[in-house]
């Protein structure tokens, strides 16, 4: 989630205060790249079925599918947000979004399971160059306060609406179009920002953070793809050596990325600012209603198709209503913060998502309309999540360390939206490989088995339904647990 910290909010000299109709326009042509980031996090949620159906993945090619772009992105985004900052915002934003048309592109007809991961992955490289420089971007044509504040919360609507809007979306255009469909819509904004930006928007380079260090960058991201290959592959296959191969040497790698960055003097990720209580709820509120989000909304899609055998189009309108209390509850946050305080706001949203994710438990046998309510309670507390993680976290260190607060919160939200589908995902496969027939690892494949029996099927279903429950129950206490934390951590003031 983007945050409005002093480092990314440069302002010129002499710079109009009241911004014209051009800073406006360009606003407006940002918001494109800002959309296209959060809703490919989610737009693949209801075109799984028909992927599995045309491209036939196993069960962890599936989840890697779903996941590699919000690891990709949540990976990279600090290290793109120093290297906008020595080589140039705009530059960045214009070879960030041509490498994300060009992802899209090739996801769209990719032919095989290992081609899709790769487009995807090349989606995410690119989609974390896109937010920290659109951010800089768009605030060096608001140099006034007021109205700079104001864009930024429109910017930070824009992207917490586009979580909703991807499934709603993708629903939408698999009931007239193939799969790839989800993927060739990027472009429709991909061609028009690349026409558009240098004649709306103005370069922007901040001062020198220090060097990147590479090491840093490599073994964060091959540790934590490590530690997640060897969940995936022991919830699909069972504990195998490669899986405690892999499993141990990205905890390894990830305990040295750590001790590594206490002992440089500009670190990848500032471990101290840890310390602050405040902080750390702020960071981990942003970091698991995103996981519980993107499992629920992952495994809610399988739900609606392939066990209450809903169309594509009605399962996606069913998820409007919860898309339009996100994004409501996101817009109208702030206000009733300043009223409630931010320790009642941020118990609040943790008690919302887990009881919307408690109404998601019948929804197997009770039907969609469970759906429909545990989307419109849970919303509420997405929507505080996505409003006041950034703003909590900044503003709980000193004004010295609030550029390197911001990106931390930045990236908690996206290596949650990966996070959730990678661990909740792979207890409800194994759960479905434990539970089901045992004629295949998914759901999908199972019921895609030649004259398979209704008895089978309906076996199936229930083993599916089964892993739904355990994960999304694990999710809602998780969040219970975090209710109790913020009642206890924050202060009343």
């Known amino acids: ?21 051009r800073a406006w326009l360009g606003l407006l042509l940002v918001l494109g790249p800002v959309l296209l980031v959060s809703m490919d996090g989610s737009i693949l949620f209801l075109a799984m079925p028909r992927i599995s159906r045309d491209l036939a993945p196993t069960a962890d090619q599936a989840l890697w599918i779903l996941d590699v772009y919000g690891f990709a992105v949540g990976s990279l985004l600090i290290t793109f947000g120093n290297l906008g900052d020595r080589f140039g915002r705009l530059r960045l934003l214009l070879i960030g979004v041509a490498a994300f048309g060009a992802g899209s592109a090739a996801a769209a007809f990719a032919p095989s399971p290992e081609l899709l991961i790769a487009a995807r992955a090349v989606m995410g490289v690119a989609g974390a160059t896109l937010l920290p420089s659109a951010l800089a971007v768009l605030s060096e044509r608001f140099a006034d306060p007021r109205h700079r504040a104001r864009a930024i919360g429109i910017f930070a609507a824009a992207f917490a609406a586009g979580f909703g809007i991807g499934p709603v979306l993708g629903g939408l255009l698999l009931q007239r179009f193939r799969w790839g469909s989800v993927f060739l819509i990027n472009l429709g904004v991909v061609v028009p920002f690349l026409a558009l930006a240098p004649l709306l928007l103005r370069e922007v380079r901040g001062g020198d953070r220090g060097r990147v260090d590479p090491a840093s960058v490599i073994t964060s991201a091959v540790g934590l793809l490590s530690l ?69 909304a992952y495994l809610s899609g399988i739900l609606l198709q392939s066990v209450l055998g809903l169309p594509v189009l009605h399962a996606a309108l069913l998820a409007l209503p919860g898309a339009a209390v996100l994004t ?55 929507g505080i999540s996505f409003a006041l993680v950034a703003d909590t976290a900044v503003g709980a260190v000193p004004p010295e360390r609030a550029g390197a607060a911001g990106a931390i919160a930045e990236t908690s939200n996206e290596l949650g939206n990966a996070l959730g589908i990678a661990l909740f995902g792979s207890l409800a496969a194994l759960l479905f490989r434990l539970l089901g027939p045992g004629l295949a690892p998914t759901l999908e494949e199972t019921l895609r088995q030649p004259g398979l029996p209704a008895a089978t099927a309906a076996e ?28 206890r951590w924050l202060p009343r003031a």
């Open 228 to 296: 997640i290959f060897a969940v995936k592959h022991t919830a699909a296959d069972g504990p195998t050596p490669i899986a405690l191969i892999t499993g141990v040497a990205g905890v390894a790698l990830l305990a040295w990325f750590v001790a590594r960055q206490r002992r440089l003097a500009t670190p990848l990720i500032d471990f101290g600012l840890f310390r602050d209580r405040v902080f750390t709820l702020a960071i981990i509120t942003g970091l698991v209603p995103l996981a519980a989000w993107s499992a629920a």
């Open 1 to 21: 989630m983007t945050s409005p910290h002093p480092t990314a909010t440069p302002s010129r000299p002499g710079a109009r205060a009241r911004p014209g109709a």
């Open 460 to 487: 199936a279903r229930a083993a599916f339904s089964t892993g739904l429950r355990a994960a999304v129950a694990l999710a809602a206490l998780l969040h219970l647990v975090l209710a109790g934390i913020a009642l």
């Open 328 to 382: 409501a509850s996101c817009v109208l946050t702030p206000a009733v913060a300043d009223r409630l305080g931010k320790r009642r706001i941020l118990t609040l949203c943790h008690f919302a998502i887990a009881a919307g994710l408690l109404l998601l438990l019948p929804a197997a046998t009770g039907g969609a309309g469970w759906y429909v309510a545990a989307t419109a309670v849970s919303g509420i507390g997405y």
